[in-house]
């Protein structure tokens, strides 16, 4: 249990902004939440440090958790929800500036990269496509694509 505590405590906060930024209503967002440290519980076997931090780990369970949610979500929230470009309004300011910053250092980084590389973290991050649909849009080899 203190484990599990820690965790969340340390964490709690990336997983809810991914959370909200990926879901259409904060209810959403705190099922998504708990979905992503249950996950996170089922998957800290697999977290290698040499591959990278703690919470680049966290960051990519999360997303990958909360595209795939999406994805099985999209006809119900097209269906019920129309106004679905409204939620993004609801991230409070503050955040947006964090967000704003953390973009600028995103960006920075991203051009260092040579284009096919920017193309398939784009096709990854921003469109949530796998690595199999990558491959196939940009013609390269899978492991290519997931290296």
Known sequence: ???????????????????RRLSPTAADAEDASQEVF?????????YDPARGSERVFVAMIARRRLIDRLRTMRPRIEHE???????A????????????AEVAIARAVLETLPVEQRRVIDLS???????????????????????
């Open 1 to 19: 249990r203190s484990a599990v505590a820690r965790c969340m405590a340390r964490y709690g906060a990336l997983v809810w902004s991914i959370a």
């Open 89 to 100: 309004n609801e991230v409070p300011v503050e955040s947006r500036s964090d967000q704003a």
């Open 125 to 147: 991050i921003v469109h949530g496509l796998s690595h199999s649909e990558i491959a196939t849009r940009v013609g390269m080899p899978l492991g290519t694509v997931k290296t």
């Open 38 to 46: 249950l996950e996170l519980w089922r998957s800290a076997g697999r």
């Open 81 to 87: 929800l129309p106004g679905l470009d409204e939620w």
